[in-house]
């Protein structure tokens, strides 16, 4: 297994990281870390998502979506704890939400559409707060696909929701507030002077300090951007503070099955050439092999990538088919004939994965052949496979 770290460093890397995920078909975790210890995970199946996990108050957001789209449901915890003892095969290594959701599932107790809308939900939400986080470094970690009785999530779903809320956050002026923060009557004087009557007594029944902004919207089944809004005034006035509290008692679940986020790792020296004049594709394989440790060198010219590759001399190349100006076979050809290329490993792509394709590949002695589009297991037990094989001095990433 191979754990990478990258720095944030734009504002909205974020959603364009998981769509990248997307077009390379993904499997496995993408853990998000804060400098103050805070984690996010997501789990990924062939680019879609499963389920999200961690977070600032994952029991909060477990109860509220179960409120809110499980209604019939046990939302006390010996109840849930029942449920994951009789839980067998649905066990999930994801975690015990996912196995109840599984579980609830398989006896037909809920509908795949309430497991898709918790799913969506708390994705939205776990999404939103890595957004909205300063400092925070991700992780790839692969993994084997996992069996569920969910289905996946399309990530341009996840991400069309949280930009549409981030968005409503940002124009609503409360960029500088956490919707994980409860808000408390700091002075009831001058609000019950300022407020009618009923709806005085409304805010001091739920503005008690015990229930975070997310908590409050979920009971009166509105948007949280407007609830937020709605207090911003007397927020800015100081009547009303938002304070941090704690998560609620967290489940006990089997430590057989419960995940631990590996360690990162320092990053090889090896760098990676990709020459492809399509920006998506070197953009995809950029965030795939800068994630995975590697250095990333992209070409968009078969013409100038010669002279490139001679300065920089890549460990591997990834060598595109059609191009405008010249063809992978010819480029690689050239290269083959400049004797600090005869090893170098040459891969070529192609989204015609052809007979004839694959033996003028040989010919020109290329030293592998990729479909389109691309794969991320593929592409890095390509580059596994060669820099074993080729180079052993180099750290290669090892699982």
């Known amino acids: 297994m191979k754990t990478i770290t990258i720095k944030r460093s734009r504002e909205l890397e974020h959603f364009q990281f998981l769509r990248d995920l997307n077009q390379l078909q993904f499997s496995g975790q993408l853990l998000w870390t804060q400098t103050t210890g805070q984690q996010w995970t997501f ?12 977070g600032i108050h994952p029991m909060r957001r477990w109860r509220r979506n179960l409120a809110m789209y499980c209604p019939r449901l046990p939302t006390h915890r010996l109840g849930w704890q029942a449920d994951l003892a009789s839980a067998g095969k649905t066990a999930s290594t994801i975690g015990w939400e996912y196995t109840l959701l599984n579980s609830w599932l398989e006896k037909q107790r809920i509908s795949p559409e309430q497991a898709n809308n918790i799913v969506l939900s708390t994705l939205v939400e776990v999404l939103f707060d890595v957004q909205q986080a300063a400092g925070v470094n991700r992780q790839i970690k692969h993994d084997q696909l996992m069996v569920s009785q969910i289905g996946l999530i399309q990530i341009e779903a996840v991400v069309a929701r949280t930009q549409q809320r981030w968005e409503a956050w940002q124009e609503a002026k409360l960029a500088s507030y956490s919707p994980h923060q409860a808000p408390v009557i700091k002075q009831p004087e001058q609000l019950q002077e300022y407020c009618p009557a009923a709806f005085y007594q409304m805010l001091v029944q739920r503005l008690n300090g015990q229930h975070t902004l997310y908590d409050l919207a979920a009971q009166m089944k509105r948007d949280v951007v407007e609830v937020t809004a709605s207090l911003l005034p007397f927020i800015q006035l100081g009547w009303i503070e938002l304070t941090s509290i704690t998560d609620l008692p967290a489940l006990i679940y089997p430590r057989s099955l419960t995940k631990t986020a590996p360690p990162p790792v320092s990053p090889t020296k090896a760098l990676i050439a990709c020459v492809d004049d399509s920006v ?3 953009n995809t394989m950029e965030t795939l092999l800068t994630s995975a440790g590697y250095q990333f060198l992209g070409l968009d010219s078969p013409v100038r990538a010669i002279g490139v ?11 595109d088919l059609v191009m405008p100006e010249a063809n992978g076979y010819e480029v690689c050809e050239q290269l083959r004939k400049l004797s600090c290329f005869r090893e170098t490993p040459i891969v070529i792509l192609t989204g015609s994965d052809g007979y004839a394709n694959r033996l003028r590949a040989n010919f020109v002695k290329a030293s592998g052949f990729l479909s389109k589009p691309l794969n991320a297991v593929a592409v890095l037990g390509e580059i596994r496979k060669h820099l074993e094989q080729g180079a052993p001095n180099l750290s290669a990433p090892t699982r």
């Open 43 to 54: 789990h990924l199946a062939k680019g879609h998502v499963m389920y999200a996990t961690d």
């Open 309 to 319: 590759l001679l300065a920089r001399k890549p460990d591997l190349i990834f060598l």
């Open 280 to 282: 998506l594709v070197r």
